[in-house]
């Protein structure tokens, strides 16, 4: 590689104070993170869940019941079991509990559909899997296509106050409460190499092509769980904080940020079972006065979208600190949430493949507004040329990022071609094109892939989306580029915007939708159409499905 002008870490200087650029981080096994927790902070609260309080020696007994079911149920160190379940109490108790069985978690999101689910399930081996009922049928209908042996199910109603004792066993099924109730807690004792032992085969979203399962270890996870908390860590203190748990607990996002970081801290964890009852939210707001709420871009605009929301806004004085990431956050929905509730929003930034985060705003320092902040302790990041990974572009000049640390996956998980794409030397390419200023603030421009050609210049879907997030009538807005018919491999630009309330879709406002852009960005950037949408195609955690818009695109060219 070329000389290196990211070697000096400018960013260091900008840490807060007490933020080391080194951590030494213990050499054990995730789930012990919760055993310490439970050993200093046994009685407090450790889950709350619909006014039910379930303590960390609570928590920590489930965790062993269960780890000693799983083994006599034939699950062996290193077998991999799945979770399907929402932000339950019953989704933390199987993370630890498979993790203290020396299994590995594979989690999958509830809105799998059967051929995704049963990709999965046969691709990540796993034998066993814990389901919320309400996915029953759906499991049922592919499992003569996988290798399960073991459907354990559990459902909303078992962890509520005064929940039946004995839920009625299924056919074909073993109930959660009746599995843990009859087992004494006894989990076996193994050792593992933390730096070479999966913890977690993570399936990434799958916003390009078939899911690929990272294979996160447990070193992994905790130096990325540590890190995250020594940030934060000025903010909270051990065994005295709750932090909201608004984000699926199946996502990377949610798994360590909304979970492991607070488990760590010992902390309360107030669980929203969906974010999309933003009525419930805020009654748990209220009920349990959370320290901080991580959100993404899209649980913040429909937040906006409320008229009430000020009056809302007392109940979210405990709150320090907001964070968002899984999506860029447009620099004027933050501006907005922050002027009409008087929170502050950190931004920040991460991937599956590294377990996730890799870059934060400071909690108390210099925060810049559409920057994804500076790297974590540990963490080394390049911006590279996009065609060639060894040359190392210089300082304020954009590329791809590519990232070493404790927190980078193993690999792929049975893909060594795919591994090797991704992984060179140690470093991963993300397939994200970024710049770093001179301070060492790192900034997103857009995903590699999702770059569009114009007549040969590139075209950032990000910098246009941007600027349509600043016209008063849209809401939400995505921004692809689609064959030209009239120059063989060249793309021109096309916007889907989502109108606010109020508005209507119009060619007069097509126009002054592309007249507006002109004003911010040059022409060959500019839409050259507008379509107007009800909704846009999003993963769980609001990323925009550019992917699907894409293929919509491809079925209108071949009717």
Known sequence: MSEDPYAAKPWLKHYDQGVPEHIDYPEMNLYEILDNSANDFGGCTAIWFMKRKISYKEFKDIADRLATALRNLGVKQGDTVAIMIPNFPQYLFSFYGILKAGGTVTACSVLLTEPELAFQLNDSGAETIIAWDAQLEKINNIKDRTRLRNIIITSVMDFIPNAPRNPPEIAGTIQFL???GKTKPSPPQFKIDPKKTIAVLQYTGGTSGLPKGAMLTHRNLLSNCIAVHTLVSSQMQ?????????????HIYGMTV???????????????????????????????????????????????????????????????????????MPPEVLHEFEKRTGCVVIEGYGLTECSPVTHSNPIKGVRKIGSIGVPLPDTEVRIVDTDDYRKIMPIGEQGEIMIRGPQVMMGYWNKPAATADQIKDGWLLTGDIGRMDEDGYFFIMDRKKDMIDVSGFKVYPREVEDVLFEHEAIENAAVIGIPDPKMKGSELVKAYVVLKEGFKGSPELENGIREFCRKSVSPYKVPKSVEFRKELPETLVGKVLRRDLKEQEAMKAKQ
């Open 178 to 180: 009746n599995l843990i």
């Open 238 to 250: 051990r065994g005295k904080e709750t932090g909201l748990t608004n984000l699926p607990l199946f």
């Open 258 to 328: 909304c979970m492991n970081v607070w488990v760590y801290n010992a902390s309360r964890i107030a669980l929203n079972p969906d974010a999309r009852d933003q009525k419930s939210l805020f009654e748990i707001v209220r009920e349990t006065k959370p320290s901080m709420f991580p959100g993404v871009p899209t649980m913040y605009m429909k937040l906006l979208e409320r008229d009430d929301l000020e009056d809302y806004a007392k109940d979210l004085r405990s709150i320090r600190f907001c964070n968002t990431g899984a999506a860029a």
